[in-house]
Nanobody, 118 residues
Framework: QVQLVESGGGSVQAGGSLRLSCAAS???????????MGWYRQTPGEERELVAI???????YYLNSVKGRFTISRGNGNTMVFLQMNSLRSEDTGVYYC?????????WGQGTQVTVSS
């Protein structure tokens, strides 16, 4: 089994910054297995949307509305993924979920709340 543990959410005023962290673990997997890792977010009544992700190796994808403001990065031998969020807007408010895909299975963290007040 894979476990994803997020941290770093919170409340901030518009224009502020937050950094999310996600640590992946799983006794059957090594650091090289976590090639696909990233972040989704969800607001009440809406579908979960992809925010940023490492798709394969160092290739990345960003949601258009966060390009230039958010940066995804890795750490700890690719078992951690971070999301630096700058110039936050009220529309960035939501629950942010860490995500990885291994062996045909999707894994999700428990989610961390990000609230941006205008």
């Amino acid at each position: 089994q894979v476990q994803l543990v997020e941290s770093g959410g919170g409340s901030v005023q518009a224009g502020g910054s937050l950094r999310l962290s996600c640590a992946a673990s799983g006794s059957s997997f090594g650091s090289n297995d976590f090639n696909v890792m990233g972040w989704y977010r969800q607001t009440p009544g809406e579908e979960r949307e992809l925010v940023a992700i490492f798709t394969d190796g160092d290739s990345t994808y960003y949601l258009n509305s966060v390009k230039g403001r958010f940066t995804i990065s890795r750490g700890n031998g690719n078992t951690m993924v971070f999301l630096q969020m700058n110039s936050l807007r009220s529309e960035d408010t939501g629950v942010y979920y860490c995500y990885t895909y291994l062996g045909g299975v999707q894994y999700w963290g428990q989610g961390t709340q990000v609230t941006v007040s205008s």
